[in-house]
C-alpha cells in the first residue's frame, strides 16, 4: 500500500475544523468530528450517495467510490460515484465516474445491478482499474459477474471493459485432486444445510457445477500488496464460500491462481488489510440488508491458511456490527485505519448511512473495532 503522505495531525486539525459530515442532515455541532452511521452531506450540502464503497488514495487525494443507490427501488439507475477529499473530511462530488448505458441488452443498462466498486491504480500501465459486482437487467442475482472498467484519471469517466465469471475452467489452487475428480449429481443436493449437502460444499459441489463457465462472483473488494499483485476477493459459490484470486500484472484480468476459503461460512462484504506483515479480513454473514455480526480472519500470507477469530467489533449492538455491514479498511497513515461500513435502509438505499471506525490493536496484537459517536483521528 502506497505510503500517505498526509499526516495524522494534518488530518486531525482537519477534523476539529468544519466538516461536511452532519448527523440526520442538520450541521454537526461539534463541527469536523466523524459521526459515524449519520447522514453525510459533501461540500455542495448534497447527500452522499456512495454505497457499498472504497477509498483510493492518489496524489494527495482520496477518492471514495460507490454505489449510487436511486431513493426508491432497487437497481442502478446511475451507476458509480466519485468523490474527492484532501483531508477525508470535505467531500467534493466528482460526478458519475462509471455511468449506466440506456442502451438495451449492454451489460450495464439502467436496471442492471452495481454493486461494490473498488478502484485501484496501476503504476505501470498508468490506469485507474475499477472492479465491481455485475447483475444484468431482470436476471436478479443470478448472473453473479465480476465487471471490468478503467480510466486515464483516477475520478474518471471509466470505460467499461467487461464482465464475467472467474477463471473459468481452472480449479482453486487449494482443491485436492480428489475433490476435483469428483462428480456430483446435482439433483441429489438441491436441499440446502443437510450434512450431506454441507460436505459436498466443503468438497467444491458449487466449484464444479461453475467449473466450466467461472465461479460465481458477487460481494468483492480488491487489495494491492507491498510487492505491487492485486488480489480479487469475492463472495462466491452462492455466497457460501470466499475465493481470493490474483489479478494480473496490469489488474485488468484474473491469473488463473485462486484459493478459495471457509466452504460454506457464508461471507459477505470482505474488506482487507495489511498490518506488521499479518493479512487481517472483516466480512458480515449473508443477511440480506440486515445487519449480522462481523467476522474476522487473518493469516500470514495471502494464500492462506487463514484463521477466524471473534468479532472485533465493541459496544453497544457490536453482535449486529452496530447496524452495518463492511465495506472496506483504509489504510490512513503508519498503523492507523479506517473500518468503513454501511447502514442499509432497504426503503430508500439511497439514504443508507456510513459508519466510519478507527481500528486499533490491542495488547495481542488483535485489530478491535469500538463504537464512538463521534471521533477524530486521535484515537
Ligand atoms: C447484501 C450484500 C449487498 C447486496 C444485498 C442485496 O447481503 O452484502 O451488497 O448485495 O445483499 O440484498
Redesign the pocket.
Known amino acids: 500500500m502506497k505510503k500517505y503522505l498526509l499526516s495524522v495531525w494534518m488530518l486531525l486539525a482537519c477534523l476539529l475544523g468544519s466538516c461536511a459530515h452532519t448527523k440526520n442532515g442538520k450541521a454537526d455541532a461539534a463541527g469536523g468530528t466523524i459521526v459515524p452511521a449519520g447522514v453525510w452531506n459533501d461540500v455542495d450540502g448534497t447527500y452522499i450517495n456512495a454505497h457499498?464503497g472504497g477509498v483510493l488514495y492518489y496524489e494527495g487525494k482520496y477518492y471514495w467510490f460507490g454505489e449510487h443507490r436511486p431513493d426508491e427501488g432497487f437497481s442502478t439507475k446511475v451507476g458509480v460515484n466519485c468523490y474527492s477529499s484532501d483531508d477525508l473530511c470535505h467531500w467534493k462530488y466528482e460526478g458519475v465516474a462509471l455511468a449506466v448505458s440506456d442502451k438495451a441488452g449492454d451489460d450495464i443498462e439502467v436496471g442492471c445491478?452495481m454493486?461494490?466498486p473498488k478502484v485501484i491504480y496501476n503504476a505501470r500501465t498508468k490506469k485507474f482499474v475499477m472492479w465491481f459486482?455485475l447483475e444484468l437487467k431482470g436476471k436478479g442475482?443470478e448472473a453473479a459477474r465480476a465487471a471490468l472498467a478503467v480510466s486515464d484519471t483516477p475520478a474518471g469517466p471509466y470505460r467499461y471493459v467487461g464482465s464475467g465469471r472467474v477463471n473459468p475452467g481452472i480449479y482453486p489452487e487449494n482443491m485436492t485432486d480428489e475433490e476435483r475428480a469428483t462428480e456430483w449429481n446435482m439433483d441429489e443436493y438441491k436441499e440446502w444445510w443437510t450434512p450431506r449437502w454441507r460436505e459436498a460444499v466443503n468438497k467444491g459441489l458449487f466449484v464444479k457445477r461453475d467449473l466450466a463457465g467461472g465461479q460465481m462472483s458477487?460481494?468483492m473488494t480488491l487489495f494491492v500488496d507491498d510487492d505491487g499483485k492485486a488480489y480479487h476477493i469475492y463472495s462466491s459459490e452462492e455466497?457460501l464460500t470466499l475465493q481470493i484470486a490474483e489479478l494480473t500484472d496490469d489488474y485488468q484480468g484474473h491469473t488463473g491462481r485462486y484459493i478459495r476459503i471457509f466452504p460454506g461460512g457464508h461471507n459477505?462484504?470482505p474488506a482487507i488489510f495489511k498490518h506488521d506483515g499479518l493479512y487481517w479480513m472483516i466480512t458480515?454473514g449473508?443477511?440480506?440488508?440486515d445487519p449480522n455480526e462481523a467476522r474476522m480472519f487473518s493469516a500470514t500470507s495471502i494464500w492462506g491458511p487463514w484463521t477466524q477469530h471473534p468479532s472485533p467489533m465493541v459496544g453497544p449492538d457490536a453482535e449486529k456490527t452496530f447496524g452495518g455491514?463492511s465495506t472496506f479498511v483504509l489504510p490512513v497513515g503508519e498503523g492507523q485505519y479506517i473500518f468503513m461500513a454501511d447502514v442499509?435502509k432497504p426503503k430508500s438505499l439511497m439514504y443508507s448511512a456510513y459508519i466510519w471506525l478507527p481500528i486499533r490493536f490491542n495488547e495481542a496484537g488483535m485489530p478491535v473495532i469500538e463504537w464512538k459517536n463521534r471521533w477524530n483521528l486521535q484515537f
Open positions: 457499498g445491478i454493486e461494490r459486482h442475482y458477487r460481494d455466497n459477505e462484504a458480515s449473508c443477511t440480506g440488508w455491514q442499509w
